[in-house]
C-alpha cells in the first residue's frame, strides 16, 4: 500500500539536505558552545552564523533571535515575559488561536491575574478588526498586548497582518503573532510590519522537531521561564541544541529559496482538489476561508462531509491516508476542535471535518488517490 501523507499542518517530513547538516554536524561539532576551547567556540561559532541567517531572513538582527525547543515555548516566553517583564496588563486575543496562547493565558490569569480579553471573530474565522480596535480604545489607560495568529493551524485564515500591526501601533500596544504556520510559506518582513514578537517552529518548514524560535523587538529585556547557565543571552538556560540549530537554518533556507514555486504549485494543487471535491461529494462545504486561496494558506483545506460518520479518519489511515480531525496537538484525545466548535452551529459542527494540508511532497496523483479513496468511503 502506497502511503499518502496529508497533514503536513502537524509536521512536515524533514529535508535530505536538513539531515545531511545535522549528521555532519554531529560528526565534526561535538563541542558545548558555552566551552571556551576551540571545540565549544566551533559550535559557538555555528550556533552565532545560524542566528545571524535566521535573523536576515525577516530583516532583523541577530540579538532579537531566542533559540527554543519550538513553537509552544516560543509562545510561552513571550506571553509570559509580557506579563512579567513588560507590564502587560491585558492580553487581547481569539479564542481560536492555538492552545499554546490560550493555555497560557489561562495560566497567567491565575497566577498574576491578567485580564483576558477576546475579540470577535466571524463565522467564517476572520477578526473583526473594528472590534479590535474598540477594545484598544477601551483598555487605553492600561498596558495591552495582542495576540493574533497569522495563519490558522486548522482553518488556514490569514490575518491581515499590517492592518493589524497598524493598529496596534497606532493604540501603542504590543503585537504579537505566532507565525508557526506562516515561517517558510509566507515572507516576513518586520521592518515593514511593526510586530514586536513571533513565535516560529522548524518542523513547520521541512526542518527537525523540537526546536524553534522566539523573536524579541530589540529593547525588550527578557526573563527565562528556565534557569540555569544563562544561555541565549540569559533568555533561555540549558545547552543549545546545536545540531537542530543549523538543521533549521538549513530548512528556512531552503523554503524562503523555493518559496515562490512552493506557493505557485501549492496554490494550483489545493485548487485542484477543491474542485475535484466539489465535482464528487455534492454534500461537501469548507470550513472557515480554507476554500479561498486569497484568504486562506495554500498549506491547508478543512473540509466537512455531511454524511460522513466519525469512523472516516480511522478508514482514510487504513487505506494509508494520513490526515486530522482538528489540531494535531490533540492527537490521542477525543476532544473536538475548540476552533471549529467556536465558528460553526450546532448542526454544523455534528459534521465529520477533515483538515487536509499540503507541502512541496505532495502530488496531484496522491491528490486523485485520496478523492478515489473518499469516494469509496462515502459513496
Known amino acids: 500500500m502506497n502511503k499518502i501523507y496529508l497533514d503536513n499542518a502537524a509536521t512536515t517530513p524533514i529535508d535530505k539536505e536538513v539531515i545531511d547538516v545535522m549528521v555532519q554536524s554531529m560528526l565534526h561539532n561535538n563541542g558545548n558552545p558555552s566551552s571556551i576551547h576551540q571545540f565549544g567556540r566551533k559550535a559557538k561559532s555555528s550556533v552565532e552564523t545560524a542566528r545571524k541567517n535566521i535573523a536576515k531572513y525577516f530583516n532583523v538582527t541577530a540579538s532579537e533571535i531566542i533559540f527554543t525547543a519550538g513553537g509552544t515555548e516560543a509562545d510561552n516566553l513571550i506571553l509570559q515575559n509580557a506579563v512579567t517583564n513588560l507590564g502587560v496588563e491585558v492580553i487581547i486575543t481569539s479564542k481560536i488561536e492555538h492552545h499554546a496562547v490560550l493555555h497560557t493565558c489561562d495560566f497567567l490569569i491565575k497566577t498574576h491575574q491578567t485580564e483576558i480579553v477576546y475579540v470577535h471573530v466571524d463565522k467564517n474565522g476572520d477578526v473583526d478588526l473594528k472590534h479590535l480596535e474598540m477594545l484598544l480604545d477601551t483598555y487605553k489607560n492600561q498596558k495591552c498586548l495582542v495576540s493574533l495568529m497569522y495563519v490558522n493551524n486548522e482553518i488556514g485564515n490569514l490575518l491581515p497582518l499590517n492592518k493589524v500591526s497598524q493598529i496596534c501601533k497606532k493604540h501603542h500596544a504590543l503585537f504579537h503573532s505566532d507565525t508557526v504556520q506562516a515561517i517558510g510559506h509566507y515572507p516576513i518582513d518586520l521592518q515593514k510590519n511593526p510586530i514586536d514578537f513571533i513565535a516560529a517552529s522548524a518542523h513547520k518548514f521541512h526542518g527537525p522537531k523540537g526546536v524553534g524560535f522566539a523573536y524579541f523587538k530589540k529593547g525588550f529585556g527578557i526573563q527565562p521561564l528556565?534557569?540555569?547557565?544563562?544561555?541565549?543571552?540569559?533568555?533561555?538556560?540549558?545547552?543549545?541544541?546545536?545540531?537542530?540549530?543549523?538543521?533549521?537554518?538549513?530548512?528556512?533556507?531552503?523554503?524562503?529559496?523555493?518559496?515562490?514555486?512552493?506557493?505557485?504549485?501549492?496554490?494550483?494543487?489545493?485548487?485542484?482538489?477543491?474542485?475535484?471535491?466539489?465535482?464528487?461529494?455534492?454534500?461537501?462545504?469548507?470550513?472557515?476561508?480554507?476554500?479561498?486561496?486569497?484568504?486562506?494558506?495554500?498549506?491547508?483545506?478543512?473540509?466537512?462531509?455531511?454524511?460522513?460518520?466519525?469512523?472516516?479518519?480511522?478508514?482514510?489511515?487504513?487505506?494509508?491516508?494520513?490526515?486530522?480531525?482538528?489540531?494535531?496537538?490533540?492527537?490521542?484525545?477525543?476532544?473536538?476542535?475548540?476552533?471549529?466548535?467556536?465558528?460553526?452551529?450546532?448542526?454544523?459542527?455534528?459534521?465529520?471535518?477533515?483538515?487536509?494540508?499540503?507541502?512541496?511532497?505532495?502530488?496531484?496523483?496522491?491528490?486523485?488517490?485520496?478523492?478515489?479513496?473518499?469516494?469509496?468511503?462515502?459513496?
Not at 251 to 271: M, Q, V
Not at 316 to 322: F, H
Not at 340 to 346: A, I, K
Not at 349 to 361: E, L, P, Q
Open 226 to 379: 528556565l534557569h540555569g547557565g544563562n544561555q541565549e543571552k540569559g533568555a533561555r538556560s540549558s545547552t543549545e541544541n546545536v545540531h537542530s540549530i543549523l538543521g533549521m537554518e538549513k530548512a528556512l533556507e531552503i523554503a524562503i529559496s523555493n518559496i515562490d514555486k512552493d506557493t505557485r504549485n501549492l496554490s494550483e494543487l489545493k485548487r485542484y482538489f477543491i474542485s475535484e471535491l466539489k465535482t464528487n461529494f455534492k454534500d461537501v462545504a469548507f470550513n472557515g476561508n480554507s476554500e479561498h486561496n486569497d484568504k486562506s494558506s495554500y498549506t491547508i483545506l478543512n473540509v466537512r462531509f455531511a454524511h460522513a460518520n466519525d469512523m472516516l479518519l480511522f478508514n482514510l489511515d487504513l487505506n494509508g491516508i494520513a490526515v486530522s480531525g482538528g489540531s494535531a496537538c490533540q492527537s490521542g484525545s477525543n476532544k473536538g476542535s475548540h476552533v471549529l466548535d467556536e465558528l460553526l452551529d450546532r448542526t454544523e459542527a455534528d459534521k465529520i471535518s477533515v483538515r487536509f494540508s499540503f507541502s512541496k511532497t505532495t502530488t496531484k496523483d496522491e491528490i486523485d488517490t485520496t478523492i478515489i479513496k473518499l469516494k469509496e468511503l462515502l459513496n
